[in-house]
Each structure stands twice: as C-alpha cells, then as structure tokens.
C-alpha cells in the first residue's frame, strides 16, 4: 500500500490536509472517507477502515475538515455546510486529479454529511455510515451547557472530549435548520448504515430513521457492543472488513476485466486484472471470481490462493459426490463438511508412494458427516470420497499442454 500526503483548497478557502492510501496496481475504485466530529483523518477507524478497502483494491482519500487536525482555517467559522461543501471540494479533486469517488463513508456527524453531498456528487454509487445521527441538529446536545452562553455572546469556548473548541452561534443555527430526511430519501444510490446497539453517543434509533427513509438498496449492520469511535481494534477491524466486502459489490469493475472473453461453458479463463501484483480475475462460464496470493508472499490476499482454489474444488468435488449417492441409495445423510490442507512432504516419508526420493504433495483431507449413519455406513462414504472425479483427476498421472495464443484467440 501506498499513502500519500497531499492538500487541497476547502470550501472555505483554507489549505485542507488529506491523505491518499492507495492499492498496489491500479485501483478498482475511489472512496471518500469523512471523519467523526472533532475528529481528525488519522482516528483509529478511519486508519483501519482505509487499509480494508486498499487491501480490496480501493484507493481512499481521508481528509481533515477546516480548522481540524493539520488542516488551516478556524473551526468556529465552520458548520454542517461547510463540511458538506469540503465534502464535495474533495471529490472535485478526486476527480480533476485521479478518479471521482463512487463510494461515500462517513463516521458520526461525517456520516450525516456524506448523506447530504452525495446528491451533489453524482459518480458516487455507494454511501456508507458508522453511528451517524439522523438529523445533524443531534450534536447540539454536547453543548448543552453551553447553549445560553452561545446564543447571548454568539460563541462560547466548549470542551468536547478533553478538548476545547470554540462553538459559533452559526454552527448551531445552521445544523438546526438543516433536515437529511429529504436527502435520503433521494439518495439514489446504495446504503449501508452501521451502527453499535450500545453507542452511548448517537444511539441506535437514529440508525433506524435513517433506514427506514432510504430507499433499496439498503443494509443495516449491527456493530453489537462496540462504542461511538470504534475504539477497540476488533470493532474496527470488524466494521472495515464488513464495508469492504459491501462496497465490493457495488464497484464497477468492466475496466478491470476488458481483457476477459465470453467464456463458453466448461472452459474457464484466468487473467490479471491490474489491481494487484498477483491478483487475477478467473471467469468459468458466467461466474466470475478472484484469486491472489497472501501478503506474506507479496499479494493483497483479496481472495483465495492457487492451491486454496485447489482443495476448494477437491473439497466442492467431495461433497457434492457424497450428496448424489446418498441420494441414490436414500441414506439420511444430513450434512456434509471436508476440511483440506496441503503441504509438501519428503517423499521417504510416505508409506504408499511410488516416488521415493524428493518431495511430494500432501493433500489431507478430513470428513464430517452427520446423520443418523451406522457405521458400515459411514465406511461406504469413506469409499466413495475417492471416486469424486476431482479426487481421481489429482490422482492420477496427468498431461497439461501450453502452447502460445495466436492473434486470432486472443494472445
């Protein structure tokens, strides 16, 4: 992965400070991250939740609202708008520079915001929120203490977890005038609303208004006991994987996979989609797939590796063997679950090998079947476990042929 620092002129004029993380290869697709109130780019969750996505193939541009983190300007002449408007500046630079967003994320009242700019950011095909509030006007509480103050002297100096921040009349006038109910319900696009039961901060009904005023397709997450900020790295980690695979599904990748024919049933075809150093695009048929190898080895382990498509396919092949003669011979056989591995072992240390020098693959392979099953049974179905065709295919010698493509199917 890749970051890069890099600044851009705000809604307000001042120089704001972002950072690009990008993937390795070209990215699939751009996200635009927006930060909890008072908080900054570099918050836990946003960190973790930009490296998901860039282990996914999607570069994440997070930036410092006005007056925030290393940005310039001052906070108390900021407000919901104006953030909405970074927001939107943000995604003007995207994609004068890279490519415009297509998916939105917010955190807190950043989520609320994301709500409110996406309508104005038109290449933006997914938006996603983590314990934002339903109506930007929800933040006023924190000042609570403060609002007679703000309203007679038009500012008040307010401390907002250990630190202080000044609060203009303006910012509350204007996240009291403002409503999300009518820009959600125009969205347009695909939601995602995460948020945690027990979040003591913005609670979870808001999650609920928020749903049920948006239009399909829609999903709510439950963030179970994980606070307002995602604090603990398992409620991070949690949230970033689950978004990940969400916005997956919402990314348009017919760039990525141009170089992929129409595949006749039967035949599969495998070709790098650029988005990685190892990552490939496997179509087989009308399915497609991804395959890559783990960072340990230098891929982004966005998918499963060669040889886990390879017991995969055993295990798949297994299962599906089993199920056909328990049919036939109407055994209660109610479930199945094969557990593989493979490794390489010395080929003096196998019993029943003809090879006896070198080394060799080890498959092993573990069954569970349950069912109402005798015993003599169950040995049946040891039996035909090997009779799986795959099974049969690694297990005997075979014959693969490479030869180059000619210009006229493809090469």
């Given at each position: 992965?890749?970051?890069?620092?890099?600044?851009?002129?705000?809604?307000?004029?001042?120089?704001?400070?972002?950072?690009?993380?990008?993937?390795?290869?070209?990215?699939?697709?751009?996200?635009?991250?927006?930060?909890?109130?008072?908080?900054?780019?570099?918050?836990?969750?946003?960190?973790?939740?930009?490296?998901?996505?860039?282990?996914?193939?999607?570069?994440?541009?997070?930036?410092?609202?006005?007056?925030?983190?290393?940005?310039?300007?001052?906070?108390?002449?900021?407000?919901?708008?104006?953030?909405?408007?970074?927001?939107?500046?943000?995604?003007?630079?995207?994609?004068?520079?890279?490519?415009?967003?297509?998916?939105?994320?917010?955190?807190?009242?950043?989520?609320?915001?994301?709500?409110?700019?996406?309508?104005?950011?038109?290449?933006?095909?997914?938006?996603?929120?983590?314990?934002?509030?339903?109506?930007?006007?929800?933040?006023?509480?924190?000042?609570?203490?403060?609002?007679?103050?703000?309203?007679?002297?038009?500012?008040?100096?307010?401390?907002?977890?250990?630190?202080?921040?000044?609060?203009?009349?303006?910012?509350?006038?204007?996240?009291?005038?403002?409503?999300?109910?009518?820009?959600?319900?125009?969205?347009?696009?695909?939601?995602?609303?995460?948020?945690?039961?027990?979040?003591?901060?913005?609670?979870?009904?808001?999650?609920?208004?928020?749903?049920?005023?948006?239009?399909?397709?829609?999903?709510?997450?439950?963030?179970?006991?994980?606070?307002?900020?995602?604090?603990?790295?398992?409620?991070?980690?949690?949230?970033?994987?689950?978004?990940?695979?969400?916005?997956?599904?919402?990314?348009?990748?017919?760039?990525?996979?141009?170089?992929?024919?129409?595949?006749?049933?039967?035949?599969?075809?495998?070709?790098?989609?650029?988005e990685g150093r190892?990552?490939?695009?496997?179509?087989?048929?009308?399915?497609?797939?991804?395959?890559?190898?783990?960072?340990?080895?230098?891929?982004?382990?966005?998918?499963?590796?060669?040889?886990?498509?390879?017991?995969?396919?055993?295990?798949?092949?297994?299962?599906?063997?089993?199920?056909?003669?328990?049919?036939?011979?109407?055994?209660?056989?109610?479930?199945?679950?094969?557990?593989?591995?493979?490794?390489?072992?010395?080929?003096?240390?196998?019993e029943h090998c003809?090879?006896?020098?070198?080394?060799?693959d080890k498959i092993?392979?573990?069954?569970?079947?349950?069912?109402?099953?005798?015993?003599?049974?169950?040995?049946?179905?040891?039996?035909?476990?090997?009779?799986?065709?795959?099974?049969?295919?690694?297990?005997?010698?075979?014959?693969?042929?490479?030869?180059?493509?000619?210009?006229?199917?493809?090469?």
């Amino acid at each position: 992965m890749a970051s890069q620092k890099l600044t851009f002129t705000g809604s307000l004029g001042a120089q704001l400070a972002a950072r690009l993380d990008l993937p390795d290869g070209r990215p699939r697709a751009f996200a635009l991250f927006a930060h909890c109130f008072t908080c900054t780019k570099d918050i836990f969750a946003a960190a973790r939740i930009s490296a998901a996505l860039v282990e996914n193939g999607i570069a994440v541009m997070r930036f410092d609202f006005t007056g925030l983190g290393h940005s310039d300007g001052e906070f108390a002449s900021t407000n919901f708008s104006s953030n909405v408007q970074d927001l939107v500046v943000a995604a003007d630079y995207l994609r004068n520079h890279h490519e415009a967003p297509a998916i939105l994320i917010g955190h807190s009242l950043g989520g609320a915001a994301v709500l409110a700019a996406a309508g104005k950011i038109p290449e933006a095909r997914a938006v996603a929120t983590i314990g934002a509030p339903a109506d930007p006007s929800h933040v006023a509480h924190l000042f609570d203490g403060s609002l007679e103050e703000i309203e007679r002297e038009g500012e008040a100096k307010v401390n907002l977890a250990g630190r202080e921040f000044t609060i203009a009349k303006q910012f509350i006038d204007d996240v009291r005038e403002r409503s999300l109910t009518s820009d959600i319900g125009r969205l347009g696009k695909a939601l995602l609303v995460m948020h945690g039961p027990r979040d003591t901060t913005v609670s979870v009904d808001n999650a609920a208004q928020i749903f049920i005023a948006a239009k399909h397709p829609k999903s709510f997450v439950s963030l179970d006991d994980a606070d307002h900020l995602l604090s603990r790295k398992e409620d991070a980690r949690y949230a970033a994987e689950v978004l990940a695979a969400w916005a997956s599904r919402y990314i348009d990748t017919e760039a990525a996979e141009t170089d992929v024919e129409t595949v006749e049933e039967g035949d599969v075809v495998v070709a790098e989609n650029g988005e990685g150093r190892f990552q490939q695009t496997i179509t087989a048929g009308r399915h497609r797939l991804r395959a890559d190898e783990p960072p340990a080895v230098g891929g982004g382990d966005t998918g499963p590796s060669p040889y886990d498509l390879l017991l995969a396919s055993l295990g798949a092949c297994t299962n599906m063997t089993l199920r056909m003669y328990a049919a036939r011979k109407q055994i209660p056989l109610e479930r199945c679950v094969v557990r593989l591995s493979h490794k390489k072992i010395h080929a003096q240390d196998c019993e029943h090998c003809e090879q006896t020098t070198g080394k060799i693959d080890k498959i092993d392979r573990v069954l569970e079947l349950h069912g109402a099953l005798d015993e003599a049974t169950i040995t049946r179905l040891l039996e035909i476990a090997d009779r799986c065709p795959v099974h049969q295919t690694l297990s005997r010698e075979n014959v693969i042929t490479t030869e180059l493509a000619t210009a006229s199917t493809g090469g």
